[in-house]
Each structure stands twice: as C-alpha cells, then as structure tokens.
C-alpha cells in the first residue's frame, strides 16, 4: 500500500499564500482608526467627566459625537487627498504622521481660516494621538474676532434671500437663536412651556438622562422669567439645550409652532440663502440687553464662577477689536448656555454686536 505523505513547507501550506502584509490603503486605515474611537454611547456630560478624571489619554482615544467625526473624518480626507499628490510613498499611516505639520501649513499659506486650520489640527491631532502638551505640536493660527467673515455683512448670496418677503421665518430665527441643522428638522412639539420642561424633567431624572436634566435644570434656574421654550436636540457636537424664545415676535413664534400639525416640519423648506446663522447674533445681543446689568454698578473685585468652575471679576473686559469695552459677564455666561457654548469668550467674539 502507498502511504501519501503530505510535506508543509516552513510557513506556508500547500495551495494558501502567506499573508504577511497589511493591503489597506490609507484611506481605510484611516477610517478603521477613526472607528476604533468611536463612543457615542458615552457622549453624556457625567461619562465624559469620568473620563478625564482618570486620564487625559482616554478622552484622547475617544471621539464621542457622530458630527465631530463626520467633520474630523472630512478633513482627514483632505490630508490623505495632499498626500498622495505629494508624498504617494507613503503606505503606512504611522508613516503619515511627520507629515502633519507640513499640510497644515499649507492651509495655513493659502490663507483659510483660522477656525478651519484648528479644525484640521484637531482632526489629525486625536488620528495620530499627538498630544496637547507635545512641543513638536503643530500650533495653529490663533482666532480673532475681525477675522470672522461668515455671517458678517453683505454677501453675493444674499441677493438670492428677500428678507422682507421672507420677514417671518427672519424673525422666527432671530427669536430662537438656530442653528440651520436644529431649524430644518424643527417640530411642533420642541415648543416647551415652564410646565412641560419641569415634566421632562421629572421624566430624565427617572431615566437616569442627564444631558436632559441638565438642559431642563438650565432653561428652568436660569431663565425664571421666561414661559416659553425650544428644544435644540442633537445641536452641534451632538449637544442638547433648551432654549427660550425672546423678542417682540414671540407670540407669533409660539402661534406658528402650535400650529404645525403632528409629524410636519415647521418649516417644509429652508432657502439655501438664508443665512441662519447670522440671526444668532441678533438673539445674543436681545439677551445681553435683556439681562446685562450696569456696568457702573459692577466691580472688578466681585467674582463670579464660570462656566469652567473658575471665579473671575463679574467685569469683562474685550479684547481684540473691542479693547477696553467692559461687559457684564453674568449677562455673557447667560448668552453662552443659551447659544449652547461652554466658553463666553465664544459669545462674545463671534455673536455679541452694537454693544
């Protein structure tokens, strides 16, 4: 009888070829990595918390809102796009790495924007896991006010948008502080009264929901004057508040939410040459108005606690194009939950005007 003997090279098996190399491109290393971040689930200010008090280096690892990734995973495409025009040697995204801060320069000469160029810093700073505190760290340009072109006078496009024929949805916007996002999936029923946020409220506590508490808790302590509410769900970074509508148009703005019926949107269509996000800054401005105290009756040696949990002088003073003006700065935290900021700097750089 013949016995077959079956001889295995060292390595290798007859009819099977050694994988002994990773065949992604870039492109889905990337992806891959971005993947492996990817905590929505612990989005919540209470995980988030956690997270940072047992190490810097986790937040690193983690991304935890769907529009942070879409926006870092857009960019990062952006760099992958400039590497293989100019570095097409580049396999390995490991290999990519020194090739950060050449590319952001790059965007730097051609002159985008500040905002743009931290966006990309960012974005490529939580891919390679480059550290805040690294020396070797590209530093981008720093954001000024009178930089800011977006929503700010006249534009080309603006020709397209008739604000006098379009006066309700203006007023509408400038009532409520939207962003376009939260604007064009608007309902009906995100119009809360005093007696439906403290219900919410009730409900979140239950269900252990503390973005909800916290948006109740804010729209509840910090506006005890105001009866009416819109919720602003899933708002940029994945954020929800509930904010109050102001202004001589209110009643108008509470008649139109009424009456959209279940399941409609409020507004059906949105012209592409609104621009939404400039009537923030009108909303900002009513509510410093409306809450601002004085300046003569404030005092420097006054502290008030921020928003970071740091005390400083219930007395802001500008900088940049506005120098020297002094500001209420409880009125300006105010403004900045409102707007659905964590930083008053932000309400008063980029929305604040005509003070």
């Known amino acids: 009888m013949l016995i077959g003997v079956l001889i295995y090279r060292k390595g290798n098996c007859m009819g099977h070829k050694k994988k002994n190399s990773d065949t992604r491109d ?31 280096d986790i937040v690193s690892r ?31 995204l490991d290999k990519a790495k020194k090739y950060v801060s050449e590319w952001l320069q790059s965007r730097v000469d051609k002159k985008l924007s500040a905002w743009t160029v931290q966006t990309e810093e960012a974005a490529l700073g939580k891919l390679f896991g480059i550290n805040r505190a690294d020396p070797d760290r590209f530093q981008p340009p720093q954001r000024r006010k009178e930089d800011i072109t977006r929503s700010r006078g006249p534009k080309a496009r603006d ?31 995100d119009l809360y009264d005093r007696a439906k946020v403290e219900e919410t409220l009730g409900k979140a506590r239950a269900e252990g929901n503390e973005t909800m508490v916290k948006a109740c808790t804010d729209a509840l302590m910090i506006f005890p004057d105001k009866n009416y509410f819109i919720l602003h769900y899933e708002d940029k970074g994945g954020k ?24 409609k949107l409020v507004w059906e269509y949105v012209n592409s040459c609104c621009d ?32 970071d949990g740091k005390y400083r002088s219930e007395i802001y003073v500008c900088r940049g194009e506005d120098k020297g003006k002094k500001l209420d700065r409880r009125a300006i935290g105010i403004i900045s939950i409102a707007l659905g900021h964590n930083r008053e700097d932000t309400a008063i750089s980029n929305y604040v005007r005509n003070l």
């Open 62 to 92: 983690k991304i935890y809102s769907e529009a942070t990734y879409r926006t870092y995973w857009k960019h990062t495409k952006y760099f992958l796009g400039w590497l293989k025009a100019y570095h097409p040697e580049v396999k390995k």
């Open 26 to 56: 870039l492109h889905q290393q990337a992806y891959d990595r971005y993947k492996g971040m990817l905590h929505f689930g612990d989005s919540r200010s209470a995980d988030k918390k956690y997270d940072r008090e047992h190490g810097t």
């Open 159 to 189: 020709r397209n948008f008739n604000e006098k024929k379009n006066a309700e949805l203006v007023n509408f916007c400038k009532g409520c502080g939207f962003r376009r996002n939260v604007l064009e999936r608007l309902r009906g029923s």
């Open 276 to 307: 939404v996000h400039s009537y923030r800054s009108d909303y900002a401005t009513w509510l410093y108005k409306e809450y601002a105290r004085p300046i003569e009756e404030l005092k420097f040696e006054n502290k008030i606690k921020c928003a």
């Open 240 to 263: 929800t508040r509930i904010s109050p509508i102001v202004g001589p148009h209110t009643d108008k703005i509470i008649e139109r939410m009424r009456n959209t019926r279940p399941g």
